[in-house]
């Protein structure tokens, strides 16, 4: 046998073993494990031998890549035919071999345009589930991959691709009106979520025959980024705040006193609401997907799609099933929030009799003025809307989704940490609302901090350090100018409004 043993530098080594040619070679790409190639002749080791050197001695390293993969395509295809003739009862069709052999020719795009709808109906994906998979897919993972061999594909790209992810600058509403170094990159989610697509794939593209073996890949890490929440007085300030606009006004109310997400509040049914018994059910929820995710995913989960408001658009709102089985549930509300949702009922009976046969009768409690849904999205651009209006600055700003989290923390507090009870008013487990729903508050934090100053030092190291009355306070004017000029702006505030007989102004949030 003779051995041939080539590696990725200009040395090689020829040698007789067992009599037999065989040629051994590690390619760059390929060093997870050691590639060996047989031939049946030592004019044809020689030759593969000469070829080797050519390709090393150019630095073409892609080549080299391209003639092992292509070695081991032959070889499978060999083998599943020595199969055959060995074991004539499990042996295949020739056309599936060729068509095994066809796929293992094809690029990622052709294999994923196969694969996401077969297999979002086998998980049973939501069309919003469809439509995240659909946009990593578009906006990252086919303009790398696209045109690539998938069965080319190895480890060493995914790590590459992940890399490169990771310094990607992001595009849209991030990027308007900043310069380049300014912008930032994508987040270490969006990263993970692109992996996660990426790698569903390869068990299916094996059994398929797209690919041979999956690559031995780990996923990036993730930054797990926390939802802000607010205080309930914080919540109640802005919501007095709001009263000018009643249907904000009431989906604000709803989703933070109920703990309900959007898509919940934007789909309460008026006619589950029972006003005696100072409930109502969440049984559906409102979103908005592509055509296309309603194209692919089975709809039997989808109550009603409502008609496009404008011809052109690529997406429809849609009512479906709540998130999860445990989010249908019977929701009760107090008293000044039920008076507030029967209000807005009779608003609606109004509505009705003014539009008459025009009005779109959906049994929708949040919708427009003749009965059309609201997008879930809108809530969160007119609360953003109202909290800059109200000088609330951006950092402490919170989404709409936000409400659900400072409901929750909020009952947390109230039922002494019974997490069990808290978790199933929301529609969620317990899990979920102990690790992504709870956190300290800075007020409990400060509270801490005054207990341990209070149980751990003595009373006499305690005085030293608390103020002295006028000379402490006069102390920190001088320090902070800026204190003083605030304090002065108050005082003269404050002397007016006696003088005009007025109340003194306050904050609107």
């Not at 040395?11 to 050691?34: C, M, N, Q």
């Not at 996923?219 to 709001?242: G, N």
């Not at 103020?467 to 304090?487: C, S, V």
Request: contains cysteine; aromatic residues 10%; charged residues 25%.
């Amino acid at each position: 046998m003779l051995l041939v043993r080539t590696v990725y530098a200009p040395t090689v080594e020829i040698r007789d073993y067992f009599g037999s040619p065989h040629i051994l070679f590690v390619s760059w790409a390929l060093a997870t494990k050691l590639h060996w190639e047989t031939y049946k002749s030592e004019l044809e080791a020689i030759q593969r031998k000469a070829y080797i050197d050519y390709l090393e001695k150019n630095g073409l390293k892609g080549e080299i890549i391209k003639a092992a993969l292509e070695y081991k395509r032959k070889a499978e295809i060999q083998k599943r035919v020595k199969e055959e003739i060995q074991f004539p009862a499990s042996t295949q069709e020739p056309e599936n071999v060729q068509k095994q052999e066809e796929n293992l020719q094809k690029t990622y795009r052709q294999f994923v345009e196969k694969w996401l709808p077969i297999h979002a109906r086998k998980k049973r994906f939501s069309p919003n589930t469809y439509d995240n998979y659909r946009s990593n897919l578009n906006n990252h993972i086919l303009p790398y991959f696209g045109d690539q061999i998938m069965s080319s594909i190895t480890a060493e790209d995914i790590d590459n691709f992940i890399d490169y992810l990771s310094s990607k600058p992001c595009k849209g509403s991030k990027s308007y009106g900043k310069k380049g170094t300014e912008i930032p990159v994508l987040a270490s989610s969006s990263v993970k979520k692109c992996y996660n697509v990426l790698m569903a794939g390869f068990p299916s593209a094996k059994k398929w025959h797209y690919v041979t073996e999956v690559p031995e890949t780990t996923p990036p890490c993730e930054k797990a980024v926390k939802r802000h929440a607010w205080t309930a007085d914080k919540v109640k300030k802005v919501l007095d705040s709001i009263q000018d606009d009643k249907l904000l006004h009431l989906a604000v109310h709803l989703a933070f006193v109920c703990s309900l997400r959007a898509g919940e509040t934007a789909g309460i049914d008026v006619n589950t609401i029972d006003a005696a018994d100072h409930s109502f059910w969440i049984t559906r929820q409102l979103q908005r997907v592509s055509d296309a995710a309603l194209a692919q995913i089975p709809q039997e989960e989808i109550f009603r799609v409502f008609p496009k408001q404008v011809a052109a658009s690529h997406s429809s709102l849609i009512l479906k099933t709540p998130k999860t089985e445990g989010s249908k549930r019977k929701q009760y509300v107090p008293a000044p929030l039920m008076k507030e949702i029967m209000e807005r009922v009779a608003e609606i009976e109004e509505h009705k009799a003014f539009f008459q046969e025009e009005y779109f009768d959906y049994g929708l409690l949040i919708c427009q003025v003749d009965g059309r849904p609201i997008d879930p999205k809108s809530f969160d651009k007119w609360f953003k809307e109202k909290q800059t209006a109200c000088g609330i600055p951006p950092q402490d700003q919170i989404e709409f989704q936000g409400l659900r989290k400072s409901g929750q923390m909020h009952k947390v507090r109230l039922s002494q940490n019974n997490y069990q009870l808290v978790a199933e008013s929301a529609g969620q487990s317990p899990e979920v609302l102990m690790s992504n729903y709870n956190e300290a508050l800075d007020s409990e934090k400060r509270a801490l901090s005054h207990m341990v100053e209070d149980n751990f030092y003595s009373e006499e190291e305690r005085e030293q350090f608390k103020p002295k009355g006028m000379d402490t306070i006069m102390e920190m004017l001088r320090d902070h100018p800026e204190l003083a000029q605030q304090l002065m702006q108050n005082l003269l505030l404050g002397a007016l409004n006696q003088t005009a007989g007025a109340p003194h102004n306050k904050s609107s949030c």
